[in-house]
């Protein structure tokens, strides 16, 4: 008996949707740490911004002030020029000396006193006007600092959204890495289930089929019964029809078989191709006589088809192994195939 081709075990299969939903995770931090980033950013920008606000203030505030002095200064000079003018007066008045020497000595002392007060007035107004220069050169310093702000919280505000149009890209390829996982789950979920299948006919294969069997044994032997019954099946004439019909007619003759037994068997019961055209028809909780019924028509409806089968039967006893029961039933099926056909 040829054994089948080795088939992957499901502790064996692997799942490749894991290591897309690994990127996907990655990418998802990724996207959170620009987010993040692009938050600080914007924070920055909204500083940066109330920082440049403060300083146009600022500005506002010094500009303000540099008109008030400047109003000042120049009431300030017309005050000045009014005590000139008024000491000028009072020099005229010098002509009459002569006859008011008392009178001229008090109007020097007043002009000498206005001219002084002008002084005064014009010393404060070129303060004042000092004091304005000096605003307006600090609010054209804060209107420069404020404009140097507000380039550096566009610049953010460009970095921000430049992060944030990247998070959105990683979270787009995230969601494609995961929708991508999920199909490759499925794919690796049908291989799982298909690994011990035989293409041809849909019969577990060699190697799963029997580490199945070994299974019902031991829940048998656990449970304490021996009803169970394995069927050892031989497709009659298969090689002749291989050799002159050729495989195709061959593996239509296999898928029929299979069928037919299928139809027989309850979901859980076991099929298995052991290779070429040998089955086992595994039955559990079930004795040797039912399982002689159900082959029976088996082995009935394919015969109606024109094709033949030998089936040699082994039920379980006790200490039995899998191995033990294979064996009995191959040696019934050898002694059923002695037997002269009728």
């Known amino acids: ?59 506002l505030g010094r500009d303000e002030s540099a008109l008030q002095r400047d109003a000042t200064s120049t009431r300030r000079d017309r005050v000045a020029d009014c005590h000139d003018e ?45 004091r304005s220069g000096s605003d307006r050169d600090h609010a054209v310093d804060d209107r420069a600092q404020s404009g140097d702000d507000r380039r550096h ?27 991508h996982a999920e199909d490759d789950r499925g794919d ?41 019954v394995v069927a050892y099946v031989d497709v009659d004439g298969l090689k002749s029809v291989n050799d002159g019909q050729g495989h ?10 299979a069928s037919a037994f299928k139809s027989e068997m309850r979901s859980y019961d076991l099929l298995v191709r052991l290779g070429g055209d040998e089955f086992l028809g595994v039955l559990p909780n079930v004795g040797l ?11 009935s409806e394919l015969a109606r088809s024109g094709h033949a089968i030998s089936i040699g039967y082994a039920e379980l006893r006790r200490g039995d192994s899998a191995d033990d029961l294979v064996d009995r039933a191959d040696a019934a099926l050898l002694t059923v195939r002695a037997r002269p056909r009728r």
């Not at 499901?10 to 995770?25: H, K, L, N, V, W």
């Not at 914007?42 to 940066?48: I, L, M, V």
């Not at 799982?192 to 032997?221: K, Q």
């Open 1 to 59: 008996m040829d054994e089948d081709r080795p088939g992957h075990s499901p502790d064996e299969a692997a799942d490749p949707g894991g290591q897309r939903d690994i990127a996907s995770t990655r990418r998802d931090a990724s996207s959170t740490r620009r987010d993040g980033s692009s938050t600080r950013r914007d924070e920055s920008s909204n500083q940066r911004d109330g920082l440049s606000s403060g300083r146009d203030e600022s500005s």
């Open 86 to 130: 008024e000491a000028d007066r009072l020099d005229i008045s010098d002509d009459l000396a002569d006859r008011h020497t008392l009178r001229v000595e008090e109007l020097r002392g007043r002009g000498r006193s206005g001219r002084i007060r002008a002084a005064e007035d014009r010393a404060r107004s070129r303060a004042d006007r000092k």
């Open 153 to 179: 919280a566009l610049h953010d505000r460009e970095h921000s959204s430049t992060d944030r149009a990247a998070a959105g890209s990683d979270r787009d390829e995230a969601l494609h890495d995961r929708e």
């Open 188 to 228: 690796a979920e049908y291989d799982r289930r298909n690994a011990g299948i035989d293409e041809l006919t849909g019969a577990r294969r060699r190697g799963v089929g029997l580490r199945n069997l070994a299974d019902e044994v031991r829940r048998a032997h656990r449970e304490g019964h021996d009803h169970l």
């Open 248 to 257: 195709p007619a061959g593996d239509k003759i296999l898928r029929a078989v």
């Open 289 to 299: 006589k039912a399982a002689r019924e159900r082959f029976g028509r088996v082995r």
